[in-house]
């Protein structure tokens, strides 16, 4: 059973990066400020602003940057680790995608109510 959780592990987060950047792509038209909220405060309200471009795309490039750290992670561990690693390692990769679907989804609920 463990054999093919490694490579589920690398196209989880291949996944996760397609996703982010199809999320980045489709809402990018919906989001009409020129600064977005980074950051929410357990108020509801936005702590700090990044340019659109900027907070769009910053989630895509941090996860092309701790890519190969990944990557390296998970052939270091192919070997050895058991399923409930990699299971747990898939479910991260989901998690990040789907808190990144909120954010989006909050940025668009903002920008609207700024018109």
Not at 11 to 24: D, E, I, K, P
Not at 109 to 115: K, L
């Amino acid at each position: 059973m463990v054999s093919g959780l490694p490579t589920f592990a690398w196209f989880s987060y291949l996944a996760m990066m397609v996703v982010v950047s199809l999320l980045n792509l489709y809402c990018a038209a919906h989001v009409r400020t020129e600064k977005i909220p980074m950051q929410w405060s357990f108020g509801g309200q936005p702590t700090w602003f990044a340019p659109k471009l900027i907070g769009l795309w910053m989630i895509v490039g941090i996860l092309a940057v701790t890519a190969p750290a990944f990557f390296m992670n998970i052939k270091q561990n192919a070997a050895s680790a058991g399923p409930w690693y990699w299971i747990g390692m898939i479910a991260v990769f989901c998690f990040v995608a789907a808190i990144y679907a909120w954010h989006i989804q909050a940025v668009i609920a903002w920008a609207e109510a700024q018109r």
